[in-house]
């Protein structure tokens, strides 16, 4: 970084009246992590970076080489607009590095940007755009999250004022603050589920932002004595959360995904890229839904797609490609949902898309029905196939996926198994309270 940006970093700092900073990254699960300093260090933490100890953060070192240093991106400054204005903070998110100046392999904002350098040496650049659900809970007298609703609307429900109303407002006005342009909020389809849409943009930014949303929405929940989770599945036999994510690739400025002289003006690139995403879609699933209770939300009857397919229209697919055309063609990859990573599942859609167009997949037909509607002689007839059904079945998937495991490349993998391998035993080797109310007075 040039000694003129520092200095205007620093001044900025300083006019904004800024007495903290904080260093943000990611575990390997997504989960942000931050270091505070003083803003009379930040020229250290501009110029040189800030040391860290990694050992003790998910996938990241072994305690021999647990040395790291957190570098920050500029381009990520914004202040935290829920602090005191007399005890200001801001944050950067930061880049992971290690001695020699290398980037941390099991950094996921790394991968990510590694698989975007992918993308651009074939002069694409790719842009996306997630739809982020999320409940609202009450919170005990002891304040433990729970499972109470906050208020019982129904999807595009226009409710009296109510606390989870405002406090959807309020994290509306936040990231607005913080440089999101808000599209649209509303009430999703379950009790005390909603959802917030920002615009596309870049990959990379929007996998910050995507961290930055659920931080904000934690947080002003808490700071409201309700609980935000984006777990995938929180109560049975409802609807879960998910992260539909829409995709696009362009070149030269221009939406590589469109071609108004194509059938349905879907260009052959686009095409292909949507045969790499089902190519390797069971591969995703690991990234795009990294717990055991995700597993709980891909079943049929509740709008989560669990069948790799496509279609122009039918919401039962796996990848949707909305109406709009020109500039806004894209698909829409909605099995994902918002307790995934997102760098690490923007760097997988980047690597299965471009397998894609490098070796010209094209999709199968269209599936334009009712995709549970079909018995299962008639998806085998289709060649249709399922989704993972556990988190452990997505981490076999994955293992098997070259494509995949290079991008993430060895770090990240070994990581992630040994995550999904102890998630799995934990998970077997508990008694569950359904198993205690099924079997206890009966055998």
Known sequence: MSDAKVSEMIARIKADNVKFIRLQFNDILGIPKNVAIPVVQVE???????????????????IDESDMILKPDIST??????????????????????YGNK??????????????DEAAKLGFTFNCGPELEFFVFK????????????DHGGYF???????????????????????FEIEASHHEVADSQHEIDFKYGDALSVADKVITFKFAAKTLALMNGMHA?????????????????????????????????A??????????????????????????????????????????????????????????????????????FRSPDPT??????????????????????????????????????????????????????ANDELLKDKVICDALGPHIVENLTKIAIAENDEFRLTVHPWEIERYINNF
């Open 157 to 179: 429900d226009l409710a009296p004022s109510d606390a989870a109303e405002d406090l959807r407002r309020e994290i509306v006005l936040a990231l607005t603050d913080m440089g």
């Open 340 to 393: 995934c990573n997102p760098y690490l599942l923007f760097a997988g859609m980047i690597a299965a898309g471009l397998d894609g167009i490098k070796n010209k997949i094209l999709p199968p037909a269209p599936t334009d029905v009712n995709i549970y509607h079909l018995s299962e002689e008639e998806r085998k007839s289709r060649g249709i196939e399922m989704l993972p059904g556990s988190l452990i079945e």
């Open 103 to 116: 980037p941390f392999e099991g950094d996921p904002r790394s991968v990510l940007k590694r698989n975007l």
């Open 77 to 98: 400054y914004q202040i935290l607009p829920w602090r005191p204005a007399d005890k200001r903070v801001a944050r950067f998110i930061c880049d992971v590095y290690t």
């Open 229 to 261: 989770t984006f777990m995938a599945k929180p109560i049975g036999r409802i609807n879960g959360t998910g992260m539909h994510t829409h995709g696009s690739l362009s070149k030269d400025g221009k939406n590589a995904f469109y071609d108004p002289n």
């Open 44 to 62: 250290k933490a501009l110029t040189e970076g800030i040391w860290i100890d990694g050992s003790s953060i998910e996938g990241f070192a072994r």
């Open 263 to 332: 059938e349905n003006q879907l260009s052959e690139t686009m095409l292909y890229y949507i045969g790499g995403l089902m190519k390797h879609a069971k591969a995703l699933t690991r990234l795009g839904n990294p717990t055991i209770n995700s597993y709980k939300r891909l079943v049929p009857g509740y709008e989560a797609p669990v069948y790799i397919t496509w279609s122009a229209a039918n919401r039962s697919a796996m990848i949707r490609v909305p109406a709009a055309r020109g500039n806004s063609t894209r698909a829409e």
């Open 139 to 150: 919170r005990d007298e002891k304040g433990q999250a729970t499972t109470e609703f906050v």
